[in-house]
């Protein structure tokens, strides 16, 4: 798509909202069960890597499914408005890998802030408890890039980008669409000291889409975010 400015989707706030409601419905009893300290270790670790699989990947349906049903069956769109565009891939690789450095050096400095003024090290990686869901070595390594590194960008860009961001920005500009659309993403991605560095994932993520007026772009980096945490973690966990 070469479109100098992003088409006006007829989807409203309130599909949004309608959207989002549904969401928050039923991953609420998730984020309950997150934040106990029974889901760390034990129960996580006894639940099958492939049915962990499956229900992760329903969940990523589900954001699609959302996204799909308030637009394209609703009123009768293509996908390419919600961002399914063609890309340059080689661009979107280099401009990813650099969007990359730069976030991983925002998130070092923000953990080194955060520990500074609150003396504790909490975890500032969104995958860092992957080995323990989907198993460790080469099999559970390919089970979490799967899920985790393939299908998840995909389903979230349709979702976040393509679906929510737009609306935001036809009703409320650019601005306050990245913004707005930024912290709504970090919201469900849980756990409180996520929330600015995500938010700033989120932002970024918006910032390419708009640019680039495709989703493929945002998915790029967000494939090379995901799958560089699990390599790393993996590889650190033996």
């Given at each position: 798509?070469?479109?100098?400015?992003q088409?006006?989707?007829?989807?409203?706030?309130?599909?949004?909202v309608?959207?989002?409601?549904?969401?928050?419905?039923?991953?609420?009893?998730?984020?309950?069960?997150?934040?106990?300290?029974?889901?760390?270790?034990?129960?996580?670790?006894?639940?099958?890597?492939?049915?962990t699989?499956?229900?992760?990947?329903l969940?990523?349906?589900?954001?699609?499914?959302l996204?799909?049903?308030f637009?394209?069956?609703?009123?009768?769109v293509?996908?390419?408005?919600?961002?399914?565009?063609?890309?340059?891939?080689?661009?979107?690789?280099?401009?990813?890998?650099?969007?990359?450095?730069?976030l991983?050096?925002?998130?070092?400095?923000?953990?080194?802030?955060?520990q500074?003024?609150?003396?504790?090290?909490?975890?500032?990686?969104?995958?860092?408890?992957i080995?323990?869901?989907?198993?460790s070595?080469i099999?559970?390594?390919?089970?979490?890039?799967?899920?985790?590194?393939?299908?998840?960008?995909?389903?979230?860009?349709?979702f976040?980008?393509?679906?929510?961001?737009?609306?935001?920005?036809?009703?409320?500009?650019?601005?306050?669409g990245?913004?707005?659309?930024?912290?709504?993403?970090?919201?469900?991605?849980?756990?409180?000291?996520?929330?600015?560095?995500?938010?700033?994932?989120g932002?970024?993520?918006?910032?390419l889409?708009?640019?680039?007026?495709?989703?493929?772009?945002?998915?790029?980096?967000?494939?090379?975010n995901?799958?560089?945490?699990?390599i790393?973690?993996?590889?650190?966990?033996g």
């Amino acid at each position: 798509m070469t479109a100098d400015v992003q088409p006006v989707v007829p989807w409203s706030l309130k599909d949004v909202v309608k959207a989002l409601a549904i969401l928050v419905g039923l991953v609420i009893p998730g984020f309950i069960f997150s934040v106990l300290p029974v889901s760390e270790g034990q129960i996580a670790s006894q639940v099958p890597p492939l049915l962990t699989s499956l229900v992760m990947i329903l969940m990523e349906g589900v954001l699609v499914f959302l996204a799909w049903g308030f637009t394209v069956r609703k009123y009768h769109v293509s996908w390419r408005q919600l961002g399914l565009a063609d890309f340059d891939l080689l661009r979107s690789l280099i401009h990813g890998v650099l969007w990359l450095i730069a976030l991983r050096v925002f998130v070092a400095v923000y953990a080194l802030i955060a520990q500074s003024i609150f003396n504790f090290k909490p975890s500032f990686d969104l995958v860092q408890g992957i080995p323990e869901m989907f198993g460790s070595g080469i099999g559970g390594l390919i089970l979490a890039i799967l899920v985790v590194s393939l299908v998840a960008p995909v389903a979230e860009e349709l979702f976040f980008r393509g679906f929510i961001y737009s609306a935001l920005r036809n009703r409320l500009g650019v601005g306050k669409g990245i913004l707005i659309s930024a912290v709504i993403f970090a919201f469900f991605h849980s756990r409180v000291w996520l929330i600015i560095p995500v938010t700033a994932m989120g932002a970024v993520l918006a910032f390419l889409y708009e640019r680039e007026k495709s989703i493929g772009p945002p998915i790029v980096l967000h494939v090379l975010n995901n799958l560089s945490s699990l390599i790393l973690i993996y590889v650190l966990r033996g």
